[in-house]
């Protein structure tokens, strides 16, 4: 016997769980087995579709009328603009926190590093931190958040020639909280509005933070935090801010460990919860037994080989960061099927001398056919029940073309649809 | 060097550097016996994220958490094998939490468990009353032993309380919780009343008969019932029987002693190797028979399947470890439990709407959905998940005069969880979990193999 279902999903990113999601929807019985706690909650919370070509032009205004003259082997042209649309509106319907849906245009929000970035779906918590917004703005930073200085911050802001005053402050946080605090303490403390010391008075945290910033503010008209304001209830938290203030309060995407990828978790977990699938953390995908045909994985606990079985599967096991994609001295491979990875033989050819350059492992990951079916060396499907999606395909650079989040969406929506339809 | 002269010929070029086969980098580092988490601490790419996960940092701020505990504190001591291990380390709560959260496959619970064994070892004053009391608390099923014998009198004195009052003044155990009630009758008491191994085997042969099974299919496995189901809540113990036999395997309960979990979780890692050895002995001559061995308890599951081989190394260990499995886990691999489930249904006392809580020990085991996800089609019953918030008693630690206000504070989320749910009967796979859930809610706390008990069994 195993552990049974129409269509099991391997991986728990953004593209796992879209494709879940996808064929949940589909009416299929569907399993998602991940051997970690998504990595969502290493992402910004961003979602961009297309913010530059292979070829670095942009930032693109439109992510859809770009896709079509992208290269053939890139997994958007594998699935076409429309899925990429209808993708994104299943994700609309799964997170309705997010804003961006009302526009095909590329919003541009501002990063921590003090960037500005083109993406297409953001958090509701960012939506007043628009770079196209021309609101005067305060961005305020913690003195013990090394990741986020605010006056830096505004300085890089400046110089891109967003059009409007920014400037930077620090300020302590309330509560005295340990100079390498963590950042659910900090979203913990506002959530609970549990009460701290400023000045012998208590006070709760969210006004004693609006407190500590009330001086420093000028005449802008809305005020930046990182995203540290909370984890179940940000939106009271930055209404219960911006109403002390009197200003709009939004929130910068951090690095990891970040909040905004941390809900954005919650909010498709439930989604998924609520269609009706399984999902099993923890533990690894390691082996599979069968020809053409997947038969069963193996799911090792300390050990134990747990058989799952399934008619259909999906592949979204991540790219190398991800280890859905691995490499040694021998090669680039993947190592749960051991779906071929095309790449070049000499290992020097993998990367360039610059750090920035155009390195070609940016692009190493599975190659598949036009139903997203991985392919072996001489271009056949490698199993026939198997579609891969996310950051284990090959053929786009998601970090020069920000395109990481839409190829997982679009691709994770395709396979998990195709699969559902195909073991119904 | 002169422009005149030319360097000398040499084989070295830069641009292919040796990439020979005979240099293996790992040999640089002389082997040890000792436990060398190097290559562990060395794989944290400091993301931060088992942090984000750590119950205990979220609320209280002296706590440095995880990536600390584990990785960081390993590269300290590394440079220098005098470094002490830093105290906070006794203010984890051993829920391994960080180890289902790091993209790295950083072992960081093992490393924590080491560093407080050595703490505790090296470190502590062995006549404080901190240790004394810990060790007390570790050594539940001592206390646990001696109290069955006089279940009655036992109840009555542990939660008197003046006695309590002396207790918490004495040796900070808090009097704010309410001792477990200890059974008039142990498990073991039941099953050897019952006929023991004997009688499972009829009734296991029975049930295929029934099943079109054939009679002598070869379906065993032997039950780790852990203390608590023992001496506490020997219902659960006799769930488990019942639903086996009811698929038709012949139970055996071999001799046993505590899991080690709550050792662990108080650094007391030779009082957890002697129950270890036991534990271990005992299950791997039956694993070589054919037996698995299932727990009911998911922190009992968690000690025989990863902490046991990553703190020692006993004979038959690694065997024991791969041939455990929790109670419900190995019934839906092996038997169709979806489907029986779905085809049945409840009704009398357990015809309830549950609030359940998954125990943090059930997480790094990827049980967290199962019981949410099996008794969702159950007729008769409703389940709802309250949430994954670590319910902060964490065995022992909530235990702690000094940890309890901090035990109450993170499964806050919990109680208010399950205050919202629509059920007034909680559940959970975990004892002190579901103590906690008493005490927070005031609700009575079933396991699942109860329902599936109530469901499944004539």
């Known amino acids: ?424 | 060097m002169s422009d005149a002269e030319t360097p000398p010929e040499t084989e070295f070029d830069p641009v292919a550097p040796n990439t020979g086969e005979e240099f293996e980098p790992v040999d640089v580092f002389p082997d040890s016996d000792d436990f060398d988490l190097r290559p562990g601490a060395d794989s944290c790419y400091k993301c931060s994220t088992c942090d984000t996960n750590c119950p205990v940092a979220e609320v209280d701020d002296d706590f440095p958490g995880p990536k600390f505990q584990g990785p960081e504190q390993w590269r300290l001591k590394q440079s220098d094998d005098d470094h002490d291990i830093d105290d906070s380390v006794m203010d984890c709560s051993n829920c391994m939490r960080c180890d289902n959260a790091c993209p790295s496959g950083v072992p960081l619970s093992q490393m924590h468990n080491t560093a407080r064994g050595e703490y505790v070892s090296e470190q502590m004053d062995k006549l404080s009353v901190e240790y004394i009391r810990n060790r007390i608390l570790a050594n539940y099923r001592t206390s646990a032993f001696f109290a069955s014998k006089v279940p009655r009198l036992a109840n009555f004195a542990m939660n008197f309380g003046p006695a309590r009052w002396v207790m918490e003044k004495t040796l900070g155990v808090t009097s704010e919780r309410d001792f477990p009630e200890f059974a008039r009758q142990t498990f073991r008491e039941w099953w050897a009343d019952r006929g023991g191994q004997v009688q499972s085997r009829e009734n296991a042969r029975a049930a295929r008969k029934r099943r079109g099974l054939a009679e002598d299919a070869d379906k065993k496995v032997a039950y780790f019932h852990g203390c608590y189901s023992n001496y506490n809540t020997p219902e659960v113990g006799k769930a488990m029987v019942r639903v086996y036999e009811e698929f038709g395997y012949e139970v055996v309960a071999p001799e046993q002693k505590c899991s080690g979990t709550p050792m662990f979780a108080n650094g007391m890692l030779e009082d957890a190797r002697r129950h270890a050895e036991t534990n271990v002995s005992s299950m791997s001559e039956l694993v070589d028979e054919g037996y698995h061995a299932i727990a009911s308890c998911t922190s009992c599951s968690m000690a025989l399947r990863q902490e046991y081989p990553e703190l020692f190394d006993i004979d038959g260990i690694d065997k024991v470890a791969e041939n455990t499995f929790e109670a419900v886990e190995y019934l839906r691999i092996h038997e169709d439990l979806k489907g029986e489930v779905q085809a049945a249904d409840v009704d009398g006392e357990l015809a309830e709407e549950f609030a359940y809580h998954a125990p943090c020990h059930s997480r790094n085991q990827g049980l967290d959905r199962q019981a949410v996800e099996l008794f969702r089609d159950l007729d008769g019953a409703e389940i709802e998940d309250v949430g994954d918030s670590c319910s902060g008693i964490s065995g022992t630690y909530g235990w702690k005069e000094e940890k309890y206000e901090k035990s109450m504070e993170i499964g806050e989320e919990m109680f208010e969880h399950m205050e919202h749910a629509e059920g007034e009967t909680g559940m959970t796979e975990c004892p002190t979990c579901a103590m906690q859930m008493e005490h927070g809610s005031g609700y009575e706390i079933r396991h699942p193999l109860e329902l599936l008990e109530a469901a499944l069994v004539e």
């Not at chain 1, 900090?186 to 709760?204: C, F, H, I, Q």
């Not at chain 1, 599975?366 to 060396?377: H, W």
Request: charged letters at 25%; one cysteine or more; proline letters at 6%.
């Open chain 1, 1 to 424: 016997m195993a552990i049974e279902s129409e269509v099991l999903v391997i991986g728990g990113g953004l593209g796992g769980l879209t494709s879940a999601l996808a064929a949940a929807h589909e009416g299929a019985d569907v399993r998602l087995v991940s051997y970690k706690q998504s990595t969502l909650r290493q992402a910004s919370g961003l979602v961009d579709v297309l913010g530059y070509t292979p070829d670095g032009d942009g930032p693109l205004t439109n992510p859809y009328e770009a896709i079509p003259s992208l290269p053939e082997s890139h997994p958007y042209r594998k699935v076409g603009v429309k899925t990429v649309r209808d993708a994104l509106s299943l994700f609309d319907d799964a997170v309705p926190t997010y804003e961006g849906e009302h526009t095909e245009t590329n919003a541009l929000l501002p990063t921590h590093g003090g960037s500005i970035k083109p993406t297409a779906r953001y958090p509701a918590g960012a939506s007043a931190g628009l770079a196209s917004d021309t609101r005067d703005t305060l961005l305020v930073g913690i003195e013990e958040m090394v990741d986020f200085d605010a006056p830096h911050v505004a300085a890089h802001l400046d110089a891109t020639g967003v059009p409007f005053d920014v400037r930077g402050e620090t300020i302590r946080f309330p509560g005295d909280l340990r100079a390498d605090a963590k950042v659910t303490r900090y979203a913990k403390l506002l959530d609970t509005n549990s009460e701290v010391a400023v000045r012998g008075r208590m006070v709760p945290a969210r006004e004693a933070l609006a407190q500590r910033v009330n001086p420093l503010l000028e005449d802008e008209e809305r005020v930046g935090f990182p995203a540290i304001l909370g984890d179940d209830n940000p939106g009271a938290i930055r209404d219960a801010v911006g109403d002390h203030l009197g200003v709009d309060v939004f929130e910068v995407p951090m690095g990891p460990p970040s909040l905004p990828g941390l809900r954005l978790e919650d909010a498709l977990f439930s989604a998924l919860d609520e269609a009706g699938a399984s999902i099993e953390t923890g533990n690894p995908v390691v082996d599979f037994e069968g020809e053409d045909r997947i038969e069963k994985v193996f799911i090792e606990k300390n050990g134990a080989k747990i058989p799952n079985s399934a008619d259909q599967y999906v592949l979204a096991t991540g790219g190398f960061v991800g280890k859905g994609v691995e490499s040694d001295r021998d090669g680039v491979y993947e190592p749960i099927f051991d779906c071929h990875v095309p790449h070049a033989e000499d290992r020097y050819d993998w990367f360039e001398g610059e750090l920035f350059g155009d390195h070609e492992f940016a692009r190493y990951g599975v190659a598949t056919d036009d139903d997203l079916r991985p392919l072996d060396a001489s271009e056949h499907s490698e199993f026939e029940n198997l579609r891969a999606a996310g950051s284990v395909l090959g053929g786009y650079d998601f970090a020069a073309e920000k395109s990481g989040s839409g190829v997982s969406i679009a691709t994770g929506y395709a396979a998990g649809q195709r699969a559902a339809q195909e073991a119904r």
